[in-house]
């Protein structure tokens, strides 16, 4: 009776009577057809036309295959349930745009043979999900099947007889969103990118085919109250108030982003959950003007678009971090999505800039706006900046931090992870750093154990390495402790935890720093790291400056590992190969790793030169005699060659209960194919040395090899920017005031 009242009120809030509505009316609407059709021709837009008629005929010459659902992702049937709703969506909109029936029977004749087959569809043959679809293996993608279907739909709804129309929706329409929502609430009910795109399919098909019932489950869930039901211990991703489940669009909206826009799983999935989050957002916008979806939560949604292009390189292309397949980038569909949308919404000039780098616009209103802002050429760029992007619901549950240098060739951008767990797609390296030199890659994130839509790798699904190494801790730049994961590499110990971001500071462009904490990962273990990027011109080329400390009242063996990638070039201490690479253990990732060659350090600090991308770099470390460099190469029990064969090295100190690895992370160089030269390809750093190091205070030492100093001072406590702070070095007193302070001394 509850869920009835509350349904009830929840329909007199948002649903019209269902009239009669001028069509199209989703994304792409009637007015739009007229604003396209009526104003200027415009170069990109025009290309876009062309470009889907080119698909569109040259499907249509092929003939429609419509065939009985059998492969995993990557196989035919799979790839041509997917041609076909991307065909189905583009000749709606070309029928529209050019009024030539040729397009909208294309879709009525594919539609027909679906509603034709999917009365006899069971469940995909394939068992490999927990929520199996009829068209694709996994309920998520005939999700996708929906949303663009319902726009297909939409865009040839008065071209179909009414007949057609009764037949399409009560034999598929309507009976494939009850199968993906009601049948499948372990797939519809959740916070979860994969329950995005239901939500988004089962309210699009619903006002598509003025379903009000349908519109109410999309935006509010399934009623719902039994978390035997749906609890799904793999990825999680339930949440519950007052017993009652909470989920549908309204929920992913109110969870799933933190209010600066961060999406818990990370930028990969941010960019795939953002389409079901615009278009349906658009849909509502033009079907339910008075929920105001884009201005809920402060906007949130248009936060989120700008959180993403804070997350790329200079190419683009999406931090890696959690489950995350390189070379994703705001090229992606999904993003053009976006950035058409969200400049329809603000008309901010620096989208534009982003829009000309895709090359290609939405075939609707928004993507015609795009391209005659383009046109009038009145253009800027999203300043990438360093920024900090608070996780969780609430902003507290950790952050992701983003600092920037802007030295042309010599952009240096470094990612530190102090986020939650990132649900099921989360991986195990809490205080874990990537390093970017502009595009190029200096410290690895490993990304996902995965190749996506490929057919020969288990059809593209996440594969059994991605959990044995992928997500382990070893894959990625933070701290181990005793030769074990964070949280022992298991999602039930890190869900709900998060790091504790402490400073983020940026007001010095010289001196951008960022701390964080973590009590939670290892048990008795705090871990303190501090990053600062540093762009002091006596000290030539930016550089980062990394202090990892780790405090326990038990002695342990701490290893910091550095995922460099490729080429080893030379070390002090030197390395010494061995006679046949050893595999390093048995778990924690230690599995797929061969240790290569070690050194043994007998001296105060130690220096690490690798080469990459025609340049040279350099980790100039502090170290005490005892430890050890251990050179290591991934694909150890590998039979089915899943994992890369990159390098990574580790330094490690045992029998410590307190530890610092305090580095310096140094680009430095380049080299030329064509001339034969390189060109400075060894450090330009002579040392590093920790001064001070207390509870209150840290003070590093840092000697070019032109024997300039610098002296770095960090307050570890009290880190408010107008705090005033003091400390001896040799008889000296230095003061400063805020969170740190830089000095050169020639």
Same mark, same amino acid.
């Given at each position: 009776?509850?869920?009835?009242?509350?349904?009830?009120?929840?329909?007199?809030?948002? !649903?019209?009577?269902?009239?009669?509505?001028?069509?199209?009316?989703?994304?792409?609407?009637?007015?739009?057809?007229?604003?396209?059709?009526?104003?200027?021709?415009?170069?990109?837009?025009?290309?876009?036309?062309?470009?889907?008629?080119?698909?569109?005929?040259?499907?249509?010459?092929?003939?429609?295959?419509?065939?009985?659902?059998?492969?995993?992702?990557?196989? @035919?049937?799979?790839?041509?349930?997917?041609?076909?709703?991307?065909?189905?969506?583009?000749?709606?909109?070309?029928? /529209?745009?050019?009024?030539?029936?040729?397009?909208?029977?294309?879709?009525?004749?594919?539609?027909?043979?679906?509603?034709?087959?999917?009365?006899?569809?069971?469940?995909?043959?394939?068992?490999?999900? @927990?929520?199996?679809?009829?068209?694709?293996?996994?309920?998520?993608?005939?999700?996708?099947?929906?949303?663009?279907?319902?726009?297909?739909?939409?865009?040839?709804?008065?071209?179909?007889?009414?007949?057609?129309?009764?037949?399409?929706?009560?034999?598929?329409?309507?009976?494939?969103?009850?199968?993906?929502?009601? =049948?499948?609430?372990?797939?519809?009910?959740?916070?979860?990118?994969?329950?995005?795109?239901? %939500?988004?399919?089962?309210?699009?098909?619903?006002?598509?085919?003025?379903?009000?019932?349908?519109?109410?489950?999309?935006?509010?869930?399934?009623?719902?109250?039994?978390?035997?039901?749906?609890?799904?211990?793999?990825?999680?991703?339930?949440? $519950?108030?007052?017993?009652?489940?909470?989920?549908?669009?309204?929920?992913?909206?109110?969870?799933?982003?933190?209010?600066?826009? @961060? $999406?818990?799983?990370?930028?990969?999935?941010?960019?795939?959950?953002?389409?079901?989050?615009?278009?349906?957002?658009?849909?509502?916008? %033009?079907?339910?003007?008075?929920?105001?979806?884009?201005?809920?939560?402060?906007?949130?949604?248009?936060?989120?678009?700008?959180?993403?292009?804070?997350?790329?390189?200079?190419?683009?292309?999406?931090?890696?971090?959690?489950?995350?397949?390189?070379?994703?980038?705001?090229? +992606?569909?999904?993003?053009?999505?976006?950035?058409?949308?969200?400049?329809?919404?603000?008309?901010?000039?620096?989208?534009?800039?982003?829009? !000309?780098?895709?090359?290609?616009?939405?075939?609707?209103?928004?993507?015609?706006? !795009?391209?005659?802002?383009?046109?009038?050429?009145?253009?800027?760029?999203?300043?990438?900046?360093?920024?900090?992007?608070?996780?969780?619901?609430?902003?507290?549950?950790?952050?992701?931090?983003?600092?920037?240098?802007?030295?042309?060739?010599?952009?240096?951008?470094?990612?530190?992870?102090?986020?939650?767990?990132?649900?099921?797609?989360?991986?195990?390296?809490?205080?874990?750093?990537?390093? $970017?030199?502009?595009?190029?890659?200096?410290?690895?994130?490993?990304?996902?154990?995965?190749?996506?839509?490929?057919? /020969?790798?288990?059809?593209?699904?996440?594969?059994?390495?991605?959990?044995?190494?992928?997500?382990?801790?070893?894959?990625?730049?933070?701290?181990?402790?005793?030769?074990? +994961?964070?949280?022992?590499?298991?999602?039930?110990?890190?869900?709900?935890?998060?790091?504790?971001?402490?400073?983020?500071?940026? +007001?010095?462009?010289?001196?951008?720093?960022?701390?964080?904490?973590?009590?939670?990962?290892?048990?008795?273990?705090?871990?303190?790291?501090?990053?600062?990027?540093?762009? =002091?011109?006596?000290?030539?080329?930016?550089?980062?400056?990394?202090?990892?400390?780790?405090?326990? =009242?038990?002695?342990?063996?701490?290893?910091?590992?550095?995922?460099?990638?490729?080429?080893?070039?030379?070390?002090?201490?030197?390395?010494?190969?061995?006679?046949?690479?050893?595999?390093?253990?048995?778990?924690?990732?230690? /599995?797929?790793?061969?240790?290569?060659?070690?050194?043994?350090?007998?001296?105060?600090?130690?220096?690490?030169?690798?080469?990459?991308?025609?340049?040279?770099?350099?980790?100039?470390?502090?170290?005490?005699?005892?430890?050890?460099?251990?050179?290591?190469?991934?694909?150890?029990?590998?039979?089915?060659?899943?994992?890369? +064969?990159?390098?990574?090295?580790?330094?490690?100190?045992?029998?410590?209960?307190?530890?610092?690895?305090?580095?310096?992370?140094?680009?430095?160089?380049?080299?030329?194919?064509?001339?034969?030269?390189?060109?400075?390809?060894?450090?330009?750093?002579?040392?590093?040395?920790?001064?001070?190091?207390?509870?209150?205070?840290?003070?590093?030492?840092?000697?070019?090899?032109?024997?300039?100093?610098?002296?770095?001072?960090?307050?570890?406590?009290?880190?408010?920017?107008?705090?005033?702070?003091?400390?001896?070095?040799?008889?000296?007193?230095?003061?400063?005031?805020?969170?740190?302070?830089?000095?050169?001394?020639?």
């Amino acid at each position: 009776m509850k869920f009835i009242i509350s349904t009830l009120v929840c329909l007199l809030v948002y !649903v019209a009577p269902s009239l009669a509505k001028e069509r199209p009316c989703l994304v792409l609407t009637a007015d739009g057809v007229k604003e396209i059709t009526t104003g200027p021709k415009l170069p990109l837009f025009d290309k876009a036309v062309n470009d889907a008629k080119n698909i569109v005929d040259a499907a249509i010459a092929t003939g429609i295959d419509v065939p009985v659902p059998k492969d995993m992702a990557g196989g @035919y049937t799979h790839e041509q349930h997917k041609r076909n709703y991307k065909h189905m969506s583009l000749a709606g909109a070309l029928y /529209q745009i050019t009024k030539e029936d040729k397009y909208a029977d294309y879709v009525k004749q594919t539609l027909l043979k679906y509603e034709e087959i999917f009365p006899t569809l069971g469940k995909h043959p394939a068992e490999k999900s @927990y929520s199996r679809g009829k068209l694709f293996w996994q309920c998520l993608n005939d999700a996708n099947w929906l949303v663009y279907t319902a726009q297909a739909y939409d865009a040839v709804y008065d071209y179909l007889s009414k007949t057609e129309r009764k037949k399409i929706e009560d034999n598929l329409l309507r009976p494939y969103a009850d199968y993906i929502s009601v =049948e499948n609430p372990k797939f519809f009910n959740r916070v979860h990118n994969h329950s995005t795109w239901g %939500n988004a399919a089962v309210g699009m098909i619903g006002l598509a085919i003025n379903d009000d019932e349908l519109v109410e489950r999309a935006l509010y869930g399934l009623p719902k109250d039994d978390k035997e039901n749906l609890a799904y211990d793999n990825d999680g991703g339930f949440i $519950y108030e007052n017993g009652q489940a909470k989920a549908g669009f309204f929920a992913q909206i109110d969870n799933a982003f933190s209010p600066d826009g @961060y $999406y818990e799983e990370g930028p990969y999935y941010q960019r795939y959950a953002m389409t079901p989050f615009m278009l349906f957002a658009s849909a509502l916008q %033009n079907n339910r003007p008075k929920l105001n979806i884009f201005a809920h939560r402060d906007s949130v949604l248009l936060k989120a678009v700008y959180a993403l292009i804070y997350q790329t390189n200079e190419a683009g292309e999406f931090f890696p971090i959690n489950d995350a397949q390189k070379g994703m980038s705001i090229r +992606s569909l999904s993003v053009i999505s976006a950035v058409d949308i969200a400049y329809s919404l603000n008309e901010d000039k620096g989208l534009l800039g982003l829009a !000309v780098i895709q090359d290609q616009v939405l075939l609707d209103q928004y993507g015609y706006r !795009v391209a005659l802002g383009i046109s009038k050429g009145d253009i800027s760029n999203t300043s990438k900046k360093s920024v900090q992007l608070g996780d969780g619901k609430d902003g507290k549950q950790g952050a992701l931090t983003v600092l920037r240098t802007e030295n042309g060739d010599n952009d240096l951008t470094l990612v530190f992870k102090s986020t939650g767990q990132g649900l099921g797609h989360g991986h195990f390296d809490k205080l874990g750093i990537l390093l $970017y030199s502009g595009s190029d890659e200096v410290l690895q994130d490993y990304g996902s154990a995965r190749w996506v839509n490929m057919d /020969q790798k288990q059809g593209g699904r996440y594969l059994p390495e991605n959990k044995s190494w992928a997500k382990q801790t070893l894959a990625h730049n933070t701290i181990i402790v005793d030769g074990k +994961s964070h949280f022992e590499g298991k999602y039930k110990n890190a869900t709900g935890k998060h790091s504790d971001p402490l400073v983020f500071d940026v +007001s010095d462009p010289s001196m951008q720093l960022a701390i964080a904490a973590d009590t939670n990962a290892y048990p008795g273990v705090n871990l303190h790291r501090t990053v600062a990027l540093i762009n =002091e011109p006596a000290f030539g080329s930016p550089f980062v400056l990394d202090l990892f400390g780790a405090i326990s =009242e038990e002695e342990h063996t701490y290893q910091m590992p550095y995922q460099f990638a490729d080429r080893y070039m030379t070390s002090d201490p030197k390395m010494q190969a061995q006679p046949m690479p050893i595999v390093m253990g048995k778990k924690h990732g230690y /599995q797929h790793v061969y240790q290569e060659a070690e050194a043994e350090i007998s001296q105060s600090g130690y220096s690490f030169n690798w080469y990459n991308h025609k340049k040279f770099y350099t980790i100039t470390g502090v170290s005490q005699p005892g430890d050890k460099l251990v050179l290591a190469r991934m694909g150890a029990n590998d039979i089915n060659f899943n994992i890369r +064969s990159d390098a990574f090295y580790l330094h490690e100190t045992k029998k410590q209960k307190d530890a610092l690895f305090a580095a310096i992370i140094e680009p430095h160089g380049t080299y030329s194919y064509v001339s034969e030269i390189p060109n400075t390809p060894t450090s330009q750093i002579k040392s590093i040395e920790v001064l001070v190091k207390t509870t209150k205070y840290t003070v590093v030492q840092i000697v070019n090899i032109t024997e300039t100093k610098m002296l770095v001072f960090i307050s570890n406590e009290k880190n408010h920017e107008t705090q005033n702070h003091s400390t001896k070095l040799a008889g000296q007193t230095y003061t400063w005031t805020g969170t740190h302070h830089k000095l050169i001394i020639n």
